[in-house]
């Protein structure tokens, strides 16, 4: 069972406020290093009531070492559920549903950046901005670092064209360690959860398709998170310049690493929600799919009228082009 947080109320300019309270779902794995830095900062956020729910993916390090010190120092705030080792997809989809719906807000956590203090108050102001009672998320840029916090770059820079239902099916920017989601969001995604996950390409792009499809996403493109470059990272933005970072994205579509994952996951998706998609938006993927199915010339036809896109004119090329030879 878990424990619900408490409201703790906060004074300001005369007025009492209740802060939200955000249950934090946080995956470890050999992630000893950075872990006293990154749950500090999640201790330190700012106007807001948090829970940390953490699930260790099989750590061989002194990663439940260190997450058992951290839980005997914030009791009220860490829940620790160690596990076998399943993979970070699947641990975050498992912490998906061990979630507790007794919770305004939800945020996904990586085990080695830092969050700024304002983090998730900044989140919750624009989602609260929104229209209620729909699936709404936050995403942000992130200031990218080395292993000691220094600056990199920011990135996604702001972004050209809408987060979108058109943009989530075949690119990824929101970055799942900066995602705020609502309670309506997590129950979304809970009421479908895929029966296997071998077709999804990671949470944080299931949750953007199925934000965009039935709710609304925010783009913040001020940073909220300090995210750090290391060899040990699962996932994460390139630091490379343009023309290496291209070279090696087009290698791994012909070589096949990342063949058809795209088109295998929009298959999964219509699976799931095609009793609940909008009509146009379920047109427009049966579409793109049955086209994707057909000869050369078919596919050629349709992705020079395709409505799908990717943010960068280079991105939307290279989308057009593997389209093209059927390695989506």
């Not at 729909?134 to 080395?146: R, W």
């Not at 499809?213 to 001020?222: A, H, I, M, N, Q």
């Not at 379920?282 to 086209?291: E, H, I």
Request: hydrophobic share 40%.
């Amino acid at each position: 069972m878990y424990k619900t947080v408490h409201h703790i109320w906060s004074y300001k300019e005369g007025i009492i406020l209740k802060r939200p309270n955000v249950q934090i779902l946080l995956s470890t794995y050999n992630g000893a290093a950075y872990l006293d830095e990154q749950v500090e900062s999640l201790i330190n956020q700012k106007d807001v009531n948090i829970q940390i729910l953490v699930r260790d993916d099989g750590s061989t390090d002194d990663t439940v070492t260190k997450l058992n010190a951290l839980k005997q120092r914030y009791p009220q705030q860490i829940i620790l559920s160690p596990e076998s080792n399943v993979g970070v997809i699947a641990s975050f989809f498992d912490l998906i549903q061990k979630a507790s719906e007794n919770f305004e807000f939800y945020a996904f956590c990586d085990q080695d950046d830092v969050w700024m203090p304002n983090k998730l108050s900044q989140a919750i102001a624009l989602l609260k901005a929104k229209d209620g009672g729909q699936p709404l998320m936050y995403c942000s840029a992130t200031q990218m670092v080395s292993q000691t916090l220094e600056p990199l770059k920011v990135w996604p820079a702001d972004l050209a064209r809408p987060l979108s239902f058109y943009n989530a099916l075949i690119e990824n920017v929101c970055v799942g360690c900066t995602m705020v989601i609502n309670k309506e969001t997590l129950q979304l995604v809970k009421k479908r959860m895929p029966a296997s996950l071998k077709n999804i390409i990671m949470h944080d792009w299931w949750i953007y398709l199925c934000v965009s499809s039935f709710g609304e996403v925010v783009f913040d493109p001020k940073p909220s998170i300090l995210y750090r470059q290391h060899q040990n990272n699962v996932l994460g933005g390139s630091t490379d310049g343009w023309v290496s970072t291209w070279k090696k994205r087009w290698s791994r579509f012909v070589k096949g690493k990342n063949r058809y994952i795209l088109s295998k996951q929009a298959r999964q998706f219509i699976q799931l929600y095609r009793q609940e998609l909008p009509r146009q938006l379920y047109t427009d993927l049966d579409c793109f799919l049955q086209n994707y199915q057909s000869g050369l010339f078919t596919r050629v036809q349709y992705i020079f009228r395709t409505p799908f896109y990717r943010q960068s004119l280079l991105d939307n090329l290279i989308y057009k082009l593997v389209f093209i030879l059927g390695k989506l």
